[in-house]
């Protein structure tokens, strides 16, 4: 830290400290925050800090997301009050409508608390609306991932031409998720991830096919992709492209979901309750609330293992039949 900044060294650094400590950080706060701006030690903190502290309280934050923004984006703190937050703030209103909306864009990305959103927001909306896209629209891609309307505006202007072209219509929500998804993932990304699907039996044909039905499924890792696919490919017998047809089955996850729900399938067929051809996909996509309608409380008194095996409880083996998924 004092390489960082030596000043530190001639500071009255406990008085910064305790500053903080008493705004709700921890110890493990400060010293996050500390290491990453060292120069924090030299400011006033009660002239320039606390300013700014109360004003995060204004907007609804409470003193646990304060210590988080702080002690994972520092450089707040070295922003200006009123050349930066006050506009910034007003920037959101003038856009989102309410200060409940805007208190719940800052707690989904703080990192909007360091970009000059008068600056950024409004070429961004400008450009959106010029292509078609309806201000809900906008709104809720804002809402959804900020970042979006964050990018320099050369680069978001890019990426709307690529989604239109892919087919997508710019008053129809997956028009902003298409967008979304691009936006977070750099060029180098996405060929990889159409490279990684390629690789595990998919054409490009079927993948922007996925894409165009489901948007959000190149945004699962690479890591993923892989996982999944090898799980329905060469433990359920399912065909890739079946799997394509299907992509929200590429944002559930295997431990939470994927495994207990084929346990409880696993037990279902065996005792030959259900058939092979039951709509797998769409078992698999039933919301909680949804299975246990269907599902569970259909069968649980004939076969009371299901609800351990939709806990996880049951080790998931393999269907005894093979099922039959178009």
Known sequence: MVGKEPRVLECNAKTVFEFFRSHGLSEKDIASLMMKLPALFV????KIFKPKIEFFRSLGLSEIEIATILSNEPYVLTRSLKHHFIPSVKALRRFLGSDENVLKAIKGYYRMLECNLEKLLEPNITLLRSHGVPESLIVKIFMIQPKTLLLRNAVLSEIIGHVKDMGFEPNNLLFVLAVRSMAVMSTALWEQKLETYTSL???????????????????????????????FVNKLNLKPSTVAKHPNLLLLSMEKRILPRCSVLQLLLSRGLIKEDINFPYVLKLTEKAFMRKVLSKYEQVVPDI???????????????PLICK
């Open 43 to 46: 400011y006033d903190a009660e």
């Open 201 to 231: 039996g998919l054409s490009k044909d079927e993948i922007f096919a996925a894409f165009r039905s489901q948007p959000m499924c190149m945004i699962t890792s690479v890591k993923k992709i892989h996982q999944l696919m090898d799980f």
């Open 307 to 321: 609800v351990k095996a939709n806990k996880g409880q049951i080790e998931f083996q393999g269907f005894p039949v």
